[in-house]
């Protein structure tokens, strides 16, 4: 970049209006991450099917995360990020609307499948786009002041999605909106709807807001070389062997617990769940649950930074497993006390929030260096592989077979994997 563009992003950077953008934009990143992985666990499961087949195709929809680093330089040099970010929403809202159309038909299964894992793939670019957008749309300081704000939004769009819109199809079923809403085929119709909806307008919203500071390049040989050099630093970090078993299998107890918890508290008492509603299931877990992780993720990362990694890394990580154990407890006490499931679900997020702050830190710590963003954005994709996917893939069919009590103590048995990574890992931080 020469003197005069580099003068003329300074001076678009300067005049931009952060808040009206920063907080928007991570909305559009959580809701469609909610709609596919989150949201999807709960319709599966109204529709029909058994815990295996729902975790299973959900399990494979969270690949895109995990490869999204692979094309990350074509989405860096095709287009401008502005470009990819507002037309991947156009291109999610049309998708999302597109599933409520495939429910009522005889291909309700495949259809919704096919479309989800577009939306997957579409929201894996946006997220690359959206998060280089931030670097390059903000001054270092403004980054700094507004991590929190992104952060905070994106959590707001989990909530409208895992629990507003689940709360709204429940209602819907219950028949509050009328007779012709009350079908679970017709209240999940018009949640996709909304999805598709919301997401179109952010797309319309961002077309005009988004400010423009990045000029048309593309140099795709000159970024597939980084890329192998970023391989290259990548295997060549020190302790690297305890590291990947750290960040591949740290979040194993909690990546077995993720889709499995939804369908624990929604399957009837017969089946071995609680049988809560729609409706209260998005309040406590959708709405409570998230409040509880973002609690747990401020007061982790304040920790963290007051004490260093070092010495919180211990207490996190039992923060972030010993809390499993309230699964156990409800489980073996069949309730339909909101207040003491709430309750429940709420002390293992903020645990969940409290062990993830460490972890996060811990990735950003072996990220620095030469090609630390490209090297972070492979960590994460490792985290997801072995912390999300492929224990969620699995978790059903472990459920279905040995039951939901058993399933909760084989979560804690695991808790010892996370508790012998962490023993062995470097940690390398610079509080005293």
Not at 1 to 30: D, H, I
Not at 32 to 47: C, D, N, R, T
Not at 150 to 170: D, E, H, K, P, S
């Amino acid at each position: 970049m020469n003197n005069s563009q580099l003068s003329t992003l300074n001076s678009q950077l300067s005049t931009s209006k952060p808040y009206s953008w920063v907080p928007s934009l991570y909305l559009g990143e959580a809701l469609p991450f909610s709609a596919v992985m989150l949201i999807s666990v709960i319709m599966f499961k109204e529709l029909g099917l058994s815990d295996g087949q729902i975790t299973l195709y959900t399990g494979w929809l969270g690949l895109p995360w995990v490869i999204k680093p692979i094309w990350s330089p074509i989405i860096d040099n095709l287009k401008t990020k502005r470009w990819w970010i507002v037309t991947m929403q156009f291109l999610m809202g049309i998708a999302l609307a597109s599933v409520a159309f495939t429910l009522p038909t005889d291909f309700w299964l495949q259809g919704s499948l096919v479309i989800f894992v577009l939306i997957a793939f579409a929201s894996a670019t946006h997220d690359i786009s959206a998060d280089g957008f931030y670097i390059i749309g903000l001054p270092d300081k403004e980054q700094e002041l507004y991590v929190g704000v992104r952060n905070t939004f994106y959590r707001i769009g989990m909530v409208i999605g895992q629990g507003g819109l689940v709360l709204l199809a429940g209602y819907m079923q219950d028949g509050h909106l009328g007779e012709a809403l009350q079908s679970v085929s017709a209240s999940w119709m018009v949640v996709f709807f909304i999805l598709g909806g919301l997401m179109f307008l952010l797309g319309l919203y961002h077309a005009f807001i988004l400010p423009k500071v990045e000029h048309d390049h593309f140099d795709l040989m000159e970024q597939m070389r980084e890329l192998v050099r970023t391989f290259e630093v990548f295997f060549s970090k020190p302790h690297l062997f305890s590291a990947l078993c750290f960040i591949l299998l740290f979040r194993l107890p909690e990546g077995l617990l993720t889709k499995i918890v939804p369908l624990f508290l929604t399957r009837t008492s017969a089946e071995g769940g609680l049988g809560m509603s729609d409706v209260d299931f998005g309040f406590i877990y959708g709405t409570l649950g998230v409040i509880g992780l973002l609690l747990g993720g401020i007061v982790g990362g304040w920790a963290v930074s007051k004490w260093g990694l070092k010495k919180c890394l211990w207490p996190l990580v039992l923060c972030i497993t010993l809390p499993d154990i309230v699964y156990v407890y409800l489980s073996y006490i069949p309730t339909d006390n909101l207040w003491l499931i709430g309750s429940c679900v709420c002390i293992e997020q903020i645990g969940y929030g409290l062990g993830f702050a460490a972890y996060t830190l811990f990735l950003v710590t072996f990220s620095r260096g030469e090609h630390s963003t490209t090297v972070f954005s492979i960590c994460t994709a490792g985290q997801y592989l072995g912390g999300v996917m492929l224990p969620g893939m699995v978790s059903g069919l472990i459920s279905e077979n040995i039951g939901y009590q058993n399933f909760f103590w084989l979560v804690m048995a695991f808790c010892l994997v996370t508790f012998a990574v962490t023993a062995c890992v470097k940690i390398e931080d610079h509080k005293e």
